[in-house]
C-alpha cells in the first residue's frame, strides 16, 4: 500500500574533498559534513522511506557542532522558499545533528536541507562550503474523486479525453490542434486519430451520428479544397485557418507519409461507418474520402524506385530528410496502406515490404527481456506508441505473418514496459505496478521518446491507458491509480494531462493530440473492437495486407 509522506532523495549536491592539497582551506583536520539520513537509512542512493509521520533527519559531520550554529544555519525549506519548522537535537557527541519538522510535510512537494556556509564547530573551525540535500515526498494516497465502477471510469475517461478533439477542435477546419497551446497549428496524424474517437464516441453517445458526420465532413472539404497535398501527401502540420503548410522542420514543410497514413486509417473508419446507400451526405463523404485515399502516389516515395518508402518531401528540399520508413517502429500502418491503394499504379509490392520494412528480417528480435520474448524491435520494445499507432486501426488479434505474431509483440512490449517500471531501475519516485508507461511525450526540457532505454523519470498516461487490449489489468490498475490517487494533479478538461515527473515534481500543463486520440480508441477496441472492425472490414485492405503476407481472422 502506498503511504503519506514516504521520503525518496533525489539528489545530494555536496563538496567534499577527500585528499589534502596546498592551499586546500577544508584539508585534513578541517571541519567536514560527512553524510545524511532519514528515518536512520542513508541517503547515498534514493530510497523510499515509509512514514506516517514527520521524517527524523540526521546529519553527520567531523566534529561537535555548535548548537547555536546549527539552529541559524541549517534549515528545511520547501522549493518555494517556505521555511518549516523544525526541532533541533544533538547527539554523538553533538557530532550528529538531529532535524524534526514540526508539522507534517506536504504530499508530492520538493523540500531542501540547507547547511550554510559558515555553520561552526567546536574545534574544527567553520564548514567551508555549503551543502544543499533535496528530497521529495510521495503522493498522498487519498481517493481524490468519489469511486466509479470500472466500467464507468473507462466511459468517463473517453468522454472527458474526447473533449480535446470535439469541443477543442479548430472552430474552422474541425481538426486537432497539435496541443492546446498550438493555437492555430492542426495536426494531421493527430486529426486521423480523432476522426476515429469521434466514431467511438457516437457508440458511447456522447454525440449524434449527424453531429460526428457534419464535423467528419468539414474536415474532409477543409482537407480535399483547402491544404496543399504533396504527390497525394499531406504535411505534418497545417494553419488551421488557411490550410497553408506549416513547416515541421528546417527542412519539413511538405510530404509527411506517415502522418498522412494516421489520417487516412482514420478516414477509412469514417468511411465504413457511414455506410448509408440512402443517406446522399453519408455517400458524398465516403467518395470525397475515397478521392483523398486513391490520390496518395505511394510508389513515389520509394525515391527513385528504391525497395523502401521515404518519409518526408518538400518541394524546396527534396528527400534531403531522407528518413527511411523501416521496422519496427510505429509506422506498419504506412506499409499496409500502401499496398492496399485501390490505385495500381500506386500500390507496393511485397518486395518493399520485405525489404523496406521487414529489412528481410532485420527488425526481428527475439530476445527475452524479464522472462518476455520480444519477436521484434529494438531492445525491451522502444517507447510504447510502437504498440498504438498503427494499431488503433489494424487489430493485431490473431494477425501473423512471415515476422511476428503481432498480438504476441504488441502484448509483450507492453508487459515488458510495465515489468520495468515496476522493477524502476533507476530508482525513480513513484513507479510502481499502478503508475507505470514510457512512451514519447512531453518532458520538462521539451520532447522525449522515453522507453526503458531512454528514461528519464516522466510517466505518459496514455502509455499505460492505451495499452488496455494488451494488459487490461495493468492498464486498469494504473487508470485508477491516475484517476483516483493523481487526479487533482493530472486530471483535466480534456481528460489527462501528457505527462509528469514525481522525482522533480512536474505536471505537463498540456494535453497532445498524439497522445489523447489512442486513449479513447484503444479503450474502445477493449471493450468493443470498434475501430478494429471497421478498419479491418475494408476490402482494399484485406487485398493489400494478404498481398503482404499477412494471415488474420478477417480475411
Known amino acids: 500500500m502506498i503511504k503519506n509522506h514516504i521520503l525518496i532523495l533525489l539528489f545530494c549536491s555536496v563538496i567534499f574533498p577527500f585528499c589534502k592539497k596546498s592551499g586546500d582551506s577544508q584539508s585534513v583536520?578541517?571541519?567536514k559534513y560527512l553524510f545524511a539520513t532519514i528515518n536512520d537509512k542513508s541517503v547515498n542512493n534514493p530510497v523510499s522511506y515509509n512514514s506516517t509521520k514527520p521524517p527524523l533527519i540526521k546529519l553527520y559531520f567531523s566534529d561537535k557542532v555548535d548548537s547555536s550554529s546549527a539552529r541559524s544555519l541549517i534549515s528545511i525549506?520547501?522549493?518555494?522558499?517556505?521555511?518549516?519548522?523544525?526541532?533541533?537535537?544533538?547527539?554523538?557527541?553533538?557530532?550528529?545533528?538531529?532535524?524534526?519538522?514540526?508539522?507534517?510535510?506536504?504530499p508530492l512537494t520538493t523540500y531542501s536541507i540547507k547547511i550554510s556556509y559558515g555553520?561552526?564547530?567546536?574545534?574544527?573551525?567553520?564548514?567551508?562550503?555549503?551543502?544543499?540535500?533535496?528530497?521529495?515526498?510521495?503522493?498522498?494516497?487519498?481517493?481524490?474523486f468519489p469511486l466509479l465502477s470500472d466500467s464507468a471510469l473507462l466511459t468517463l475517461v473517453q468522454q472527458q479525453t474526447f473533449n480535446y478533439f470535439w469541443k477543442f477542435g479548430h472552430p474552422i477546419c474541425g481538426m486537432a490542434r497539435e496541443r492546446t497551446s498550438s493555437g492555430d497549428v492542426v495536426t494531421i496524424g493527430g486529426s486521423g486519430f480523432g476522426i476515429m474517437g469521434m466514431l467511438a464516441a457516437v457508440n458511447r453517445n456522447f454525440i449524434t451520428r449527424a453531429a460526428a458526420l457534419s464535423r467528419i465532413d468539414t474536415?474532409?472539404?477543409?482537407?480535399?479544397?483547402?491544404?496543399?497535398?504533396?504527390h497525394g501527401v499531406f504535411p505534418h502540420w497545417i494553419n488551421g485557418s488557411t490550410g497553408a503548410t506549416i513547416p515541421f522542420g528546417t527542412q519539413d514543410n511538405g510530404a509527411d507519409l506517415v502522418e498522412t497514413s494516421y489520417m487516412i486509417q482514420g478516414l477509412l473508419c469514417a468511411r465504413q461507418f457511414f455506410n448509408s446507400t440512402t443517406d446522399s451526405h453519408e455517400i458524398n463523404l465516403r467518395t470525397a474520402i475515397n478521392n483523398i485515399y486513391n490520390g496518395v502516389e505511394w510508389n513515389w516515395f520509394r525515391q527513385n524506385n528504391q525497395n523502401v518508402l521515404t518519409w518526408n518531401w518538400s518541394p524546396n528540399f527534396g528527400w534531403a530528410i531522407n528518413v527511411q520508413v523501416r521496422g519496427w517502429d510505429e509506422a506498419l500502418i504506412t506499409y499496409v496502406l500502401a499496398a492496399s491503394s485501390p490505385i495500381d499504379s500506386n500500390a507496393i509490392t511485397k518486395t518493399v515490404y520485405d525489404n523496406g520494412w521487414a529489412q528481410n528480417g532485420g527488425m526481428k528480435n527475439g530476445r527475452s527481456f524479464?522472462?518476455?520474448?520480444?519477436?521484434?524491435?529494438?531492445?525491451?520494445?522502444?517507447p510504447l506508441f510502437f504498440a498504438h499507432y498503427s494499431f488503433l486501426g489494424i487489430n493485431p488479434y490473431g494477425l501473423t505473418d512471415n515476422y511476428a505474431n503481432y498480438w504476441t509483440q504488441d502484448t509483450a512490449h507492453a508487459t515488458i514496459n510495465f515489468t520495468y517500471c515496476v522493477n524502476n531501475p533507476n530508482h525513480y519516485n513513484g513507479y510502481s505496478y499502478?503508475?507505470?508507461g514510457l512512451t514519447a511525450s512531453d518532458v520538462q526540457s521539451g520532447y522525449n521518446a522515453s522507453s526503458p532505454t531512454n528514461d528519464v523519470g516522466v510517466i505518459a498516461p496514455t502509455a499505460a491507458i492505451s495499452s488496455i487490449p494488451y494488459t487490461p489489468k495493468q492498464s486498469m490498475d494504473a487508470i485508477r491509480f491516475f484517476y483516483y490517487k493523481l487526479g487533482d494533479k493530472i486530471w483535466s478538461q480534456y481528460g489527462f494531462i501528457d505527462a509528469f515527473n514525481l522525482s522533480s515534481i512536474w505536471y505537463d500543463s498540456d494535453c497532445l493530440a498524439i497522445d489523447q486520440g489512442p486513449q479513447i480508441v484503444m479503450i474502445e477496441n477493449y471493450r468493443t473492437g470498434l475501430l478494429w472492425n471497421l478498419f479491418m472490414s475494408c476490402p482494399e485492405i484485406k487485398h493489400g495486407m494478404k498481398s503482404l503476407g499477412f494471415q488474420s481472422p478477417y480475411f
Do not use: M
Not at 524479464?370 to 522502444?382: D, R, W
Open 29 to 31: 583536520g578541517a571541519f
Open 434 to 436: 499502478a503508475c507505470w
Open 370 to 382: 524479464y522472462g518476455i520474448t520480444l519477436p521484434l524491435g529494438p531492445h525491451y520494445g522502444g
Open 77 to 106: 525549506n520547501e522549493t518555494t522558499g517556505l521555511g518549516i519548522n523544525v526541532a533541533y537535537s544533538f547527539i554523538n557527541n553533538d557530532s550528529i545533528v538531529v532535524l524534526a519538522p514540526l508539522v507534517a510535510l506536504k
Open 119 to 144: 555553520l561552526k564547530s567546536v574545534n574544527l573551525g567553520a564548514l567551508q562550503n555549503s551543502v544543499n540535500l533535496n528530497f521529495v515526498t510521495t503522493i498522498d494516497s487519498t481517493d481524490k
Open 219 to 230: 474536415i474532409v472539404n477543409f482537407l480535399t479544397n483547402k491544404v496543399t497535398r504533396y
